[in-house]
């Protein structure tokens, strides 16, 4: 399952964003640091509109959505890599996950405090990834002072060497792992340390409900900075994700729709993390259930078939593929495979987004 770390300076709307994203979690959300100890963990549904009309189309009892995992660790503060705050427990949590998401406060509010003393998103946000950059660079060097008598005997420790020593020139001058260009054999090679600067970011700009559709000062510079950085930045507001939670689904997109805006925080964060990790939606449906399945780009046929159990990756014979825009201007299966909409792929197929499959295959 997909995990996504939410992380930032304490009083930056952490809690209360990853309280409104989870609505039942029991994250604490205090106007006060170190508010969260332990990372709380929250599993949510990805929305996806394409499901329903899926289930309807097929009669399905189930519709079952993908899911992602978001955990709310705790506000980081400078001199974290060497301890401080609660700075050891921080940097392990981020280790766990598969991308970070930075919210940065880009709000006003005399009765919020600020750990700075003042609002300033291109500060806060050079705490934590100087943080992380440092916590990075005291891992490499005390790797490539364990490895340091092995190199002139041992060819694979001198490789290992000879990227690191590229990689912690590169940390000196304050750039991140991820913005490193290595081969994929360089990424091989120093998977095993799990840099936490080579972590894929999103940088989410926690506004206030009258700045979230145009966004304002503040959050132009954090747009500005994602950009040079190639990361992601969204739009998101703690305040109105609260709002939210208590809405039934017309409610919410009359809310949204009132504030100019045509998603919620959820949605444009999942969307920007699979942006980000380059990750596409597949559909299996049928009487029994409908069901989303999340695969990696680039993925083969029997590479996805295998998301739902190694049998079906093993024993691949053929997948009968669909559109979904395909099958849902159909009608129904029947009218698809009578117009010869429904295709029969094989192991080199690569599957698209939206692909609706069934798969063939040996027991």
């Given amino acids: 399952m997909l995990k996504a770390g939410i992380v930032g300076l304490p009083n930056v709307g952490k809690s209360t964003l990853f309280n409104a994203l989870v609505e039942n979690s029991k994250a604490q959300a205090a106007n006060f640091p170190f508010?969260?100890?332990?990372?709380?963990?929250?599993?949510?549904?990805?929305?996806?509109?394409?499901?329903?009309?899926?289930?309807?189309?097929?009669?399905?009892?189930?519709?079952?959505?993908?899911?992602?995992?978001f955990v709310d660790i705790a506000g980081?503060?400078?001199g974290a890599s060497k301890g401080e705050g609660l700075g050891n427990k921080f940097l392990s949590n981020i280790r766990e996950v598969d991308a970070i998401v930075h919210v940065v406060r880009c709000f006003e509010d005399n009765e919020v405090i600020?750990?700075?003393?003042?609002?300033?998103?291109?500060?806060?946000i050079e705490i934590i990834n100087l943080e992380l950059n440092l916590a990075d660079l005291s891992q490499?060097?005390?790797?490539?002072?364990?490895?340091?008598?092995?190199?002139k005997t041992n060819k694979d420790a001198a490789d290992e060497d000879f990227i690191l020593e590229k990689i912690e020139l590169s940390l000196e001058r304050g750039i991140p792992v991820r913005s490193i260009d290595l081969s994929y054999e360089e990424i091989f090679i120093i998977k095993q340390l799990g840099f936490l600067?080579?972590?894929?970011?999103?940088?989410?700009?926690?506004?206030?409900?009258?700045?979230?559709?145009?966004?304002?000062?503040?959050?132009?510079?954090?747009?500005?900075?994602?950009?040079?950085?190639?990361?992601?930045?969204v739009k998101i507001s703690?305040?109105?994700?609260?709002?939210?939670?208590?809405?039934?689904?017309?409610?919410?997109?009359?809310?949204?729709?009132?504030?100019?805006?045509?998603?919620?925080?959820?949605?444009?964060?999942?969307?920007?993390?699979?942006?980000?990790?380059g990750l596409k939606t597949y559909f299996t449906t049928g009487?029994?259930?409908?069901?989303?399945?999340?695969i990696k780009s680039g993925m083969t046929a029997p590479q996805a078939a295998g998301i739902i159990h190694t049998d079906f990756e093993r024993g691949f014979i053929r997948a009968q593929t669909i559109s979904y825009e395909n099958l849902i201007n159909s009608g129904s299966i029947v009218n698809a495979k009578n117009k010869g909409l429904v295709r029969s792929?094989?192991?080199?197929?690569?599957?698209?987004e939206g692909d609706v499959m069934e798969f063939l295959f040996n027991v």
């Fill in 35 to 69: 508010c969260t100890i332990e990372p709380n963990k929250g599993i949510v549904s990805v929305p996806d509109e394409r499901l329903e009309a899926l289930g309807k189309l097929s009669s399905s009892n189930n519709i079952i959505p993908t899911k992602i995992e």
């Fill in 76 to 78: 980081l503060v400078k």
């Fill in 114 to 124: 600020h750990v700075s003393g003042k609002v300033n998103p291109l500060d806060d």
């Fill in 140 to 151: 490499l060097q005390k790797r490539r002072e364990r490895i340091k008598k092995q190199i």
């Fill in 197 to 233: 600067t080579a972590k894929p970011i999103i940088y989410a700009t926690n506004l206030s409900e009258s700045d979230l559709e145009k966004g304002n000062d503040y959050s132009e510079k954090v747009i500005k900075f994602a950009s040079e950085e190639k990361a992601e930045c």
């Fill in 238 to 277: 703690a305040q109105v994700e609260s709002e939210l939670v208590d809405l039934d689904i017309e409610e919410k997109m009359d809310y949204l729709n009132d504030l100019g805006v045509k998603e919620g925080g959820l949605s444009s964060l999942i969307k920007a993390t699979y942006k980000l990790l």
């Fill in 287 to 294: 009487e029994k259930e409908t069901k989303a399945w999340t």
């Fill in 345 to 352: 792929e094989g192991k080199e197929y690569i599957v698209c």
